[in-house]
């Protein structure tokens, strides 16, 4: 079965450091573009970073470069997202996606996980 | 930064209605476009991408349509399990930006 498991969420203060991570399964990972889309609380969903197969692209969402880094492990099947500085906007579920195998660097998300929920507040 | 604009933002529809939904992008995308459903408590599911083209088992009453800055997610006759959230999202640019969403609800 094609799989995505986030885990690592949890309450932080402002200003502290956590790190996510999506396990994949089903599919050959080491093949894939993965995406982090992160959904404030009852808000629409937010493209956050997405990283290529080799890791040779990576790019951000303006609002978390310099704080937030992606990385993969492709030997052990798993994305990461590094998040320090964490601020109050930061709070949402944060969801990994893949991007559909297209030959290129276009292509929809077309598996999700299930999210995993970051809460930063005070 | 290529906004999506969705249009209405709730939509209420009998079952067994057609429901209309648009998606307006800021700049052309050609068609990387993909639309999106989304229940409450679960993961968004694709269900057109390219603009047009269906994603695997998604049923032939979803149907996607447009090009360049002008997009349409028809569903032909509305089941109860269609009622949900749908967002637009462009790939055609960095950074990936989706719509706000369109609710779609029981009349």
Redesign the interface.
């Known amino acids: 079965e094609v799989q995505l498991v986030e885990s690592g969420g949890g309450l932080v203060k402002p200003g502290e450091s956590l790190r996510l991570s999506c396990a994949a399964s089903g599919f050959i990972f080491s093949s894939c573009t993965m995406n982090w889309v992160r959904q404030a609380p009852g808000q629409g969903l937010e493209w956050v970073s997405s990283i290529s197969s080799s890791s040779t692209y990576i790019y951000y969402e303006d609002s978390v470069k310099g704080r937030f880094t992606i990385s993969r492990d492709n030997p052990k099947n798993s994305l990461y997202l590094q998040m320090n500085s964490l601020r109050a906007e930061d709070t949402a579920v944060y969801y990994c996606a893949r991007k559909r195998l297209t030959g290129d660097h276009l292509g929809a998300f077309d598996i999700w996980g299930q999210g995993t929920m970051v809460t930063v507040s005070s | 930064e290529i906004v999506m604009t969705q249009s209405p933002a709730t939509l209420s529809v009998s079952p067994g209605e057609r429901a209309t939904l648009s998606c307006r992008a800021s700049q052309s995308v050609s068609s990387?476009l993909?639309w999106?459903q989304?229940k409450p408590g679960?993961?968004?599911?694709?269900l057109i991408?390219?603009a047009s083209t269906r994603?695997?088992d998604i049923p032939a009453r979803f149907s996607g349509s447009g090009s360049g800055t002008e997009f349409t997610l028809t569903i032909s006759s509305l089941q109860s399990e269609d009622f949900a959230v749908y967002?637009c999202?462009q790939?055609?640019n960095?950074?990936?930006?989706?719509?706000?969403?369109t609710k779609v609800e029981i009349k």
């Open positions: 990387n993909a999106y989304q679960q993961a968004p599911r694709l991408y390219d994603a695997t967002y999202q790939y055609n960095w950074p990936r930006t989706f719509g706000q969403g």
